[in-house]
């Protein structure tokens, strides 16, 4: 069993940052891979990212990548979100979720998930 806690959201202007950590319960921590997902108002939840047990592979979503950067700390059993440049299209409930398996991006193939932290984005 996996326990995800999200935090770090909140409102920033067009062009900011704001960097989302996602904390883990358990030991076993480093043999899950980590997804980010984000659902705005009247969406389906999108898959944004994910990263693999070790860290060393990542891969994004067209609409993310080269300005948001998945990185995890297997110590402290957490991995981040950094979201540079920001836009207003960005603004979403942003969650976390864990898998055994690498390489997925359907939010169904993920196990355990988050509450939620709130990103919003102004103009």
């Known amino acids: 069993q996996v326990q995800l806690v999200e935090s770090g959201g909140g409102l920033v202007q067009a062009g900011g940052s704001l960097r989302l950590s996602c904390a883990a319960s358990?030991?076993?921590?480093?043999?899950?891979?980590m997804g980010w997902f984000r659902q705005a108002p009247g969406k389906e939840r999108e898959f944004v990212g994910a990263?693999?047990?070790?860290?060393?592979?990542?891969y994004y979503a067209d609409s993310v990548k080269g300005r948001f950067t998945i990185s995890r700390d297997n110590v402290k059993n957490t991995v981040y979100l950094q979201m540079n440049s920001l836009k207003p299209e960005d603004t979403a409930v942003y969650y976390c979720?864990?898998?055994?398996?690498?390489?997925?991006?359907?939010?169904?193939?993920?196990?355990?998930w988050g509450q939620g932290t709130q990103v919003t984005v102004s103009s």
């Open positions: 990263i693999s047990g070790s860290g060393v592979t990542t």
């Open positions: 979720a864990a898998v055994l398996t690498w390489g997925r991006r359907s939010l169904n193939e993920y196990d355990y």
């Open positions: 358990g030991r076993t921590f480093s043999s899950y891979a």
